[in-house]
């Protein structure tokens, strides 16, 4: 059984659909969604409802919490905050109440999802090195965790110390735990605008990521055109 395991969609439909499709082809029959399926692009219904249609387990990401809220977005800065807005309006009630009702924290089989941290699930901190990996791994029960939030994909094992390794692809071993950043699948920050995500081999016990070309000119073209800022297309092509 293959899992495949993506976040951070930030409603771009064609890195999304990209990404299920090269999952169907690897043999994945299992889907996971570690959070942020809105926020940034032009489909964030449609991104939505695809997630929905997989019937698969999702958490809640930072954007996907404030996309339902009614609050204040001077906290953000003005590209967020001008993403944010026309998000809020372009998403109905139904839609808002899926949102609402995402778990912070989820249990899959034999392991875990979180958008963010497990150590402060719900503070949207960032996991950018070993130290904030190693907070983590003190609240992760199972021997294997993805999550996203950054948008760079990342695998952190436990097991003298904690250390990331540069491969994308790792071999599970008793005795060790992982906590795994599947990346982005559809903003990319790592300086690749490829979609990313991750493959989890229950058999072989491995994890690997995945890095899928799709047709971005249609994503940044739809974004010019709903009216959200050049910049969000712009930022598609430099993977940041
Ligand atoms: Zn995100």
Redesign the pocket.
């Known amino acids: 059984m293959k899992y495949a395991i993506f976040g951070?969609i930030?409603a771009n439909l064609e890195a999304f659909e990209a990404v299920l499709e090269h999952a169907e082809q690897q043999g994945c029959t299992e889907h996971v969604c570690t959070g942020?399926i809105v926020?940034y692009a032009a489909n964030p219904g449609e991104c939505l409802a695809k997630v929905r249609e997989l019937g698969c387990p999702v958490v809640k990401?930072?954007?996907d919490e404030e996309a339902i809220l009614t609050t204040s977005l001077d906290g953000l800065n003005p590209l967020a905050k001008q993403a944010m807005e026309w998000t809020r309006e372009h998403l109905n009630p139904e839609e808002q109440d899926f949102l609402r009702n995402l778990k912070l924290v989820r249990q899959v089989r034999d392991f875990t999802i979180v958008h963010a941290t497990l150590d402060t699930p719900g503070s949207w901190t960032y996991v950018t090195n070993k130290f904030d990996a190693m907070a983590s791994f003190s609240y992760q029960f199972t021997q294997l965790c993805f999550y996203?939030?950054t948008?760079t994909p990342r695998i952190y094992i436990k097991g003298d110390s904690v250390e990331p390794i540069e491969e994308t692809t790792v071999n599970l071993e008793m005795g060790r735990k992982y906590f795994i950043n599947v990346g982005?699948a559809g903003?990319p920050r790592d300086g690749d605008w490829r979609a990313s995500y991750a493959i989890y081999d229950v058999e072989e016990q491995t994890v690997s990521i995945q890095r899928i070309d799709y047709d971005i000119q249609k994503a940044q073209d739809k974004i010019i055109a709903a009216g959200l800022p050049e910049m969000l297309a712009h930022r598609l092509s430099l993977g940041k």
């Open positions: 951070d930030h942020d926020g990401g930072n954007h996203g939030h948008h982005s903003q």
